[in-house]
């Protein structure tokens, strides 16, 4: 029986653990070129959900608890097989939170690079218009001292 509490209360506690490095992951992109509006689309609206998945994870431990000293109630395998339930749920719905969050990173960093290249682009595009302009203005001039020799 304590083998089935603790795979219990280890899915609640596997849960608190990803939402953790949902938050992780979320802070250092938001404090990164990485949190653009895209990003925060995807994100927010799982964020929101973030302190239903602790609630439920903690219950589900409270439950394990409150089942651990009272197993021979009558509505014992009944309780446990909901906590287990709840146990799995509260797994799964921060395990998807994380997959999603991860794929936001991999997608935000896409855009980024791509953002960058643009940038990359359009500063080597203005150089070389201002060293074009440079050479027009240096032969424009040296043909202006041309024909102004020619003159004298």
Known sequence: M???????????????????YFHTAY???????LGDEAFKAVTNPILSQMEQIINTS????????????????????????EVDNMGDNVFE??????????????????????RDEAIKEEEEAQKRAKEEELKKKAKNEAGESSSHLQRN
């Open 58 to 81: 903690k219950h589900v431990s409270y439950r394990v608890q409150v089942l651990r000293n009272a197993n021979s109630d009558p509505n014992f395998l009944r309780d446990l097989d």
């Open 93 to 114: 719905k921060s395990k998807t939170a994380l997959d999603i969050m991860r794929k936001a990173i991999v997608d935000a960093k896409e855009r980024k690079k791509a």
């Open 27 to 33: 802070m250092k992109a938001t404090n990164t070129d």
């Open 2 to 20: 304590e083998s089935i509490f603790t795979e219990i209360n280890s899915k609640a506690n596997k849960a608190r653990t990803n939402v953790d």
